[in-house]
Structures are given as C-alpha cells and as structure tokens.
C-alpha cells in the first residue's frame, strides 16, 4: 500500500514556541491531506483537511490561526503549532487521500507534541 | 455532518473466544466502513473494511458485516490471540468530494491468556 511518512516522531517544546509537523506522501501524489489529534485513550478527531495549491479546510473550532497549514506539493503538507501550549500537547497524525481507484486511507506514524 | 458511535468501549475476552464491536453511523450517504487497529503510540492500521453495497466481508479470523437500513456495521474477530489486544475505531466515510473519515470513540480489546 502506500507510504506516508511523518516527521519528527516526537517533539517537545517550551510554552510560546512554535513546531512544525511534515507529512509525505512517499509514492504517490496526494492532492488532499488530513490532519488529525488524538489525545490519550480518545478518537482521532479531524483537525483540518489539506488542500494542494489552496487554503485547508478547518473543522469547527479549530483555529486557523493556531494551526497552521500549508500543501505546496503533491507530497508535503505541513502542520505548525503556533504559540504552543501545555494543552496542545498531544498525537498529531496526518493522513493521505488515497489515490485514484483506491479506498484505503494510509496515515502517518504520527508527531507526538509536548509544550512544556 | 456524520457522527459515528461505538460500542462497547472496553471489552475483555478469554483467548481463543470471539470479540463483537458494534457501531452506527448517522449519514446515509456514507459509503465506505473500514475497521482500524491502534497500538499504543502507533498509527492506525487497516484491518478490514467494507463498502455499502456489501453485506459482509470475511478475512481469516477477521469479518465485517453492514446492515444499510439500520446503519449498524460490526466487526468479529474469531480465535482471538493475545496480540489482538489493541484499540480498535470504526470510521465511516461520505461520498462527498472531500472523502473524510469520522471515527467511532475507540474499543479497547484486552485478550486473557
């Protein structure tokens, strides 16, 4: 199946400071992405989706402006927590929408954020 | 927008004893069900899913049935083995041009040795 790789693995960071999260799709082209944050013993919940070449699309009451999102490839979308707090602190997982004639769903390994 | 719901969230099973998670969605337009398993600190993985003009899929242990009309889909696992003790997420998908997942709240499955 496809790769969808995810860098770094772990992060942590002082209370203020910004991170930023890459997600690559390794062998193929992904026009759409999705950014997702689970905390410990819950769901995934979708953050925001991903669009090549235009703004993402956030979930309700997720803040644009915090969460920052940027596809300038088929194959990197990245994530930028700005102003990191202890409550973002949490597992980022990133996914690709799977290509043409596929159904399959492939995610990242995941960014697991620490804000001290 | 879709919402999804899971049942049980936590199940217990002697080895070797089946495992039934059950889930429903709310959209009738969603199309695609697949079943994730989660280790601690990993990242989702497949195991099985299902498309709407299906009834029931099987692979190996692992199966999958959807009833349409109730919006109900439920996974089996048979002869579970300690490693298939995980988290396990339902996840629905509509048809629309964005294609996203809503996950269930999770199953934490715990095989007895």
Redesign the interface.
């Known amino acids: 199946g496809a790769v969808v790789s995810q860098h770094p693995s772990w992060v942590i960071c002082k209370s203020g400071t910004s991170v930023k999260i890459e997600c690559r799709s390794l062998d193929f082209q992904a026009t759409?992405m999705?950014w997702y944050r689970q905390f410990p013993k819950?769901?995934?919940?979708?953050m925001a989706?991903s669009n090549e070449g235009s703004k993402a699309?956030y979930e309700q009451g997720v803040e644009k402006d915090k969460f920052l999102i940027n596809h300038a490839s088929l194959t990197l979308s990245t994530l930028t927590v700005t102003s990191a707090h202890p409550e973002d602190s949490s597992?980022y997982?990133c996914?690709a929408?799977p290509p043409p004639g596929e159904?399959?769903?492939y995610?990242?390994?995941?960014t697991?954020l620490l804000v001290l | 927008g879709e919402n999804v719901e899971q049942h049980p969230s936590t199940l217990s099973v002697q080895e070797g004893d089946s495992a039934v998670i059950k889930c429903t969605y709310s959209d009738s337009a969603s199309n695609y069900f697949p079943w994730y398993k989660q280790e601690l600190g990993k990242r989702p993985q497949l195991i099985i899913d299902i498309r709407s003009n299906v009834g029931e899929k099987k692979d190996q242990r692992i199966a999958v049935t959807l009833n349409k009309t109730a919006k109900h889909f439920s996974l089996h696992i048979t002869e579970t083995q300690p490693e298939d003790s995980a988290v396990y997420f339902c996840a629905a998908r509509t048809s629309g041009s964005a294609r996203q997942l809503t996950f269930g709240s999770g199953t934490q499955l715990t095989v007895l040795p």
């Open positions: 759409t999705f819950q769901s995934l919940m979708l989706t699309t597992f997982i996914s929408r159904e399959t769903q995610f990242g390994p995941g697991r």
